[in-house]
């Protein structure tokens, strides 16, 4: 899934037919494992988002273009809902704690 993110908005049907299925039989399996595309999209977007982020030679507009988001401040808001700070401030504490030895 990672690879439509750049491009477009990763839908039901494109995924499904990369894994040789049909899109309700994808909806019903996730539904099964007590989650939904949305939710693996989202988690798929926040846990990239916190990897691109430590590094300083991507830039966050650069991080947003890569999970699919045309507007940075759509990208802020997301991150903002995810985590509670902005990408900047955790890129600075992510960037704090790796000088103390911490594996943030």
């Given at each position: 899934?990672?690879?439509?993110?750049?491009?477009?908005?990763?839908?039901?049907?494109?995924?499904?037919?990369?894994?040789?299925?049909?899109?309700?039989?994808?909806?019903?399996?996730?539904?099964?494992?007590?989650?939904?595309?949305?939710?693996?999209?989202?988690?798929?977007?926040?846990?990239?988002?916190?990897?691109?982020?430590?590094?300083?030679?991507?830039?966050?507009?650069?991080?947003?273009?890569?999970?699919g988001y045309l507007d940075v401040s759509a990208f802020h808001r997301s991150f903002k809902r995810w985590t509670g700070t902005t990408?900047?401030?955790?890129?600075?504490?992510?960037?704090?704690?790796?000088?103390?030895?911490?594996?943030?």
């Amino acid at each position: 899934m990672t690879d439509e993110l750049p491009d477009r908005e990763p839908t039901v049907a494109v995924i499904a037919d990369k894994l040789h299925m049909s899109g309700r039989s994808l909806q019903r399996r996730l539904h099964q494992e007590g989650t939904s595309f949305t939710a693996v999209l989202t988690d798929l977007r926040r846990d990239r988002a916190l990897r691109y982020l430590k590094d300083r030679r991507i830039s966050i507009s650069e991080v947003a273009f890569l999970l699919g988001y045309l507007d940075v401040s759509a990208f802020h808001r997301s991150f903002k809902r995810w985590t509670g700070t902005t990408p900047q401030e955790y890129r600075l504490t992510a960037r704090g704690n790796r000088a103390l030895g911490s594996n943030v």
